[in-house]
T-cell receptor, first 117, second 114 residues
Framework: KAGVTQTPRYLIKTRGQQVTLSCSPI?????VSWYQQTPGQGLQFLFE???????NKGNFPGRFSGRQFSNSRSEMNVSTLELGDSALYLC????????????????FGNGTRLTVT | ELKVEQNPLFLSMQEGKNYTIYCNYS?????LYWYRQDPGKSLESLFV?????AVKQEGRLMASLDTKARLSTLHITAAVHDLSATYFC??????????????FGKGTKLSVKP
């Protein structure tokens, strides 16, 4: 079974630009979450989607947005990039459903490393 | 606000020794997860702990959960070099039925030396 696939693996952007990152979850997983990892702040939750609906959002500015498609694939977008947005962005999928069991951990992709210059 | 604290943040061990990583959290959640991350790699799930007193073991690693003390431990037995990695604990913060909002600790960077 293929794992969580994130594209691209690496991105270099300039301040003020915008960027879109893509995530394909494990087949059958309908829950997709996004996390930002930086050396200073560690791993921080961005948002979570289930069946094309955003179910929860972390404490990030509105420049960070996302969406989920009917095939469960997800994208996140960061507009007006700042230097501080440089990070590893991790996508995770889960077979969990709302109100369902928590037995399954999140399955993480290899991430997209974004560098903003 | 849920806080998750791990200690130590850095751990240098000799092969063959035992040690414990501690994870304290600030709410009454009974859902705790341990992950491993190798340099430049993604997070790999190690353990899922879902109730008070839960204990899981895999090879040289054993994890436990005490929800009353809001404490989880990851015990390493007879460390080997292959265990060198960063270990994260994470607590599931349920929010309106959300399933994927994990609050992570800062991670423990483990280095096992011969």
């Amino acid at each position: 079974k293929a794992g969580v696939t994130q594209t691209p693996r690496y991105l270099i952007k300039t301040r003020g630009q915008q960027v879109t990152l893509s995530c394909s979850p494990i087949s059958g997983h309908r829950s997709v979450s996004w996390y930002q990892q930086t050396p200073g702040q560690g791993l921080q939750f961005l948002f979570e989607y289930f069946s094309e609906t955003q179910r929860n959002k972390g404490n990030f500015p509105g420049r960070f947005s996302g969406r989920q498609f009917s095939n469960s694939r997800s994208e996140m977008n960061v507009s007006t990039l700042e230097l501080g947005d440089s990070a590893l962005y991790l996508c995770a999928s889960s077979p969990r459903t709302p109100g369902g069991s928590y037995n399954s951990p999140l399955h993480f992709g290899n991430g997209t490393r974004l560098t903003v210059t | 606000e849920l806080k998750v604290e791990q200690n130590p943040l850095f751990l240098s061990m000799q092969e063959g020794k035992n040690y414990t990583i501690y994870c304290n959290y600030s709410t009454t959640s009974d859902r705790l997860y341990w992950y491993r991350q190798d340099p430049g790699k993604s997070l790999e799930s190690l353990f899922v702990l879902l109730s008070n007193g839960a204990v899981k073991q895999e090879g040289r690693l054993m994890a436990s959960l005490d929800t009353k003390a809001r404490l989880s431990t990851l015990h390493i037995t007879a460390a080997v070099h292959d265990l060198s990695a960063t270990y994260f604990c994470a607590v599931d913060e349920e929010y309106g039925g959300s399933q994927g909002n994990l609050i992570f600790g800062k991670g423990t960077k483990l280095s096992v030396k011969p």
